[in-house]
């Protein structure tokens, strides 16, 4: 039999699920900007009915409602999407930053920058080889050059600082992974105690999901659910949180770098001591970053290899102002030699000859004592019509002390001015004027027998033309210059000068060129003008990337979002519904108040 008071009770359930869900509505609204947070909401269902008899056998009526959950809205595809394109859009986001620091490097818009100092190098060059016996343009070339080689070397320390502040920054996440992954552990256990009597941790989810948001930034991950409701992030194939466990990142001790002059490291795995190394996020790009700022020291070194190997070739094949061009000859140690000079570095130390192996681009330094410089005509080459051809040919003998490898950073420190040339007077020693071959003649003007080499006038500026020249010109041209010596070999102790006249330059020999077939001027623009394209490309691909993200977050909004006209029409929805339980409940408290309290009074 119904109860008498069974109305009451079907009316405070419907006040008290009301309530609850008008409680829920204002935790939305006053969530509405809280990062991270899900709208919920209260499932409700009608309570089980009640039998009651009547005329053709028992009824069910209603006993009213109560809340099953309060559950939260979520996209879970929305959010893998999201947590898979956040990793990429990190990924450019960081390369880019790196990209306009690099780019601040090798700023070509005002006069500090490498591509004013070539410039002006070309322009000394070039107007010593109209003036070669100008004091002045010829310190102005020493100048020039110094302020070359000072800007090659504040570029390639810029790139180290760079480096070095990547690595700062790998810390930095590194520490901050570990933070998140302790917290998903954190929230995994609380989110499985809360959640063990059947309840829904709405508000704990909620912060599981976004640190798993941030961390997506740093790296690639997938994210499983368990059974008890606990998460595993799987990163490139490493599961760095299973529930309650995790791994630990470290950073490894310091590796020195000589090729940079840094100390490199890596991310390991503390647990096992491997690698790791994510596919994508911030990580990776800082590990990109650092490798691409590497390969601009790398270019650097290169044009510093050009200038120590095949610029001081050519400038090895002229002859300076210093010494009387009547005595000029062969130096065979038995005379003291009163001639100009010639077979001088321009670059680095004069006691060593540089090579460029271009199989492995590193230069190779041979130091020599007691060196003799000889220059003799040589007769063993012939054009296509089999005529002899002769030309100066520059041998440069002595002991080798020593060989040493250079690479990377340290070419670029290798980078200076002869001292010999940067001394009081050492201007002069500048190589402007040409060898060349003459055929001997006689007292009475007649042609002798035999050639030999000479020397042009002191205002001559041959040479430095071809020096000039290869500033601007690049390799496929190089064969309308004279006499260019391209590499340098080593035999019993003796270095030589090898040099190769026009008709017999060949692939093999230009190889030998520390910056292929580019002239230093065209060199250095197809690295920066690469460089803006990369930066340009990496940037329209963070633009699309943006609008991807923007596209998923507004989805996963759709869903989750707290939508202020939703929940203001929920607010009055559940206020009339709370006040017309209440009217009821009164209601039947009138009634039964009637039944209670006025029945049997009659008479009285």
């Known amino acids: 039999m119904r109860s008498t008071f069974a109305g009451l009770n079907t009316m405070v359930r419907g006040i008290f699920s009301n309530q609850l869900s008008l409680d829920t509505t204002g935790h939305n609204i006053t969530n509405a900007w809280t990062e991270g947070y899900s709208r919920q909401a209260v499932n409700l269902a009608a309570t089980r009915g009640q039998a009651v008899s009547s ?76 003036n070669a016996s100008t004091a002045s343009n010829r310190v102005a070339v020493i100048e020039k050059s110094n302020v070359l080689a000072d800007r090659i070397k504040t570029a390639a ?77 799987v990163s490139n194939g490493i599961t760095m949180v299973n529930g309650v466990n995790r791994l630990t990142l470290e950073m490894s001790t310091a590796i020195n770098n000589k090729t940079y002059g840094i100390s490199d490291y890596t991310v390991n795995i503390k647990e096992s001591g491997i690698a790791f190394v994510p596919t994508n996020g911030s990580m990776k790009a800082q590990i990109d970053t650092i490798a691409e700022d590497k390969g601009y020291i790398d270019k650097l070194a290169h044009m510093s290899g050009f200038l120590l190997t095949t610029f001081n070739t050519m400038h090895q094949q002229g002859a300076g102002i210093d010494g009387t061009d009547s005595s000029f000859g062969n130096d065979d140690g038995t005379d003291t030699y009163k001639g100009p000079s010639y077979g001088v570095n321009y670059w680095g130390d004069d006691n060593t000859l540089y090579t460029w192996d271009a199989t492995d681009e590193v230069v190779k330094a041979v130091e020599l004592k007691d060196i003799k410089r000889t220059v003799e005509v040589d007769d063993t080459q012939t054009d296509a019509s089999g005529n002899t051809i002769r030309t100066p040919k520059v041998t440069i ?25 940067k001394e009081t007077g050492g201007q002069n020693l500048i190589a402007a004027r040409k060898l060349v071959v003459e055929q001997n003649v006689s007292d009475t003007g007649a042609l002798e027998n035999g050639y030999s080499v000479k020397v042009n006038g002191s205002g001559d500026g041959t040479n430095a033309t071809n020096i000039a020249t290869l500033i601007n010109m690049d390799q496929a041209n190089v064969h309308s210059t004279s006499y260019i010596v391209y590499n340098a070999t080593t035999t019993g102790g003796t270095t030589k000068l090898m040099d190769m006249a026009d008709d017999t330059m060949t692939t093999d020999n230009m190889k030998y060129r520390a910056l292929d077939v580019d002239s230093l001027n065209a060199y250095y623009s197809a690295a920066v003008s690469k460089l803006g394209s990369d930066s340009e490309s990496v940037d329209d691909k963070s633009d699309a990337q943006d609008q991807l993200i923007e596209q998923i977050t507004n989805w996963r909004s759709s869903t989750s979002g707290v939508d202020w006209n939703e929940e203001l029409s929920n607010m009055i929805m559940f206020q009339k519904g709370y006040s017309a339980c209440s009217r009821c409940l009164t209601t039947m408290d009138e009634m039964l108040d009637r039944l209670i309290n006025s029945t049997g009074t009659v008479g009285r």
Not at 203 to 208: A, P
């Open 157 to 233: 320390a810029q790139l180290q600082s760079q480096i070095n502040a990547q690595y700062e920054d790998m810390r930095a996440n590194v520490k901050q992974i570990n933070d998140y992954t302790t917290e998903l552990t954190k929230l995994n256990q609380n989110i499985m105690q809360t959640e063990a009597s059947g309840g829904s941790a709405n508000d704990l989810r909620d912060q599981r999901d976004l640190i798993v948001d941030n961390l997506s930034k740093y790296m690639n991950l997938n994210v499983y659910e368990d059974d008890h409701g606990m998460y595993s992030v």
């Open 55 to 130: 005329l053709y056998g028992d009824v069910i009526v209603g006993t009213g409602v109560d809340s099953t959950s309060i559950e939260r809205a979520r996209n879970v595809y929305a959010d893998k999407q999201y947590w898979q394109e956040t990793s990429q859009k990190e990924y450019y986001t960081t390369q880019q930053t790196n990209y306009d620091k690099v780019e601040a490097v090798f700023d070509d818009s005002s006069n500090t920058g490498v591509k004013n100092a070539l410039t002006e190098f070309y322009n000394a060059w070039s107007d010593l080889s109209t």
């Open 397 to 421: 003998g002595g002991t080798q002390v020593s060989e040493t490898t250079l690479d990377g950073i340290n070419i670029i420190n290798a980078l200076a001015v002869n001292t010999a040339i």
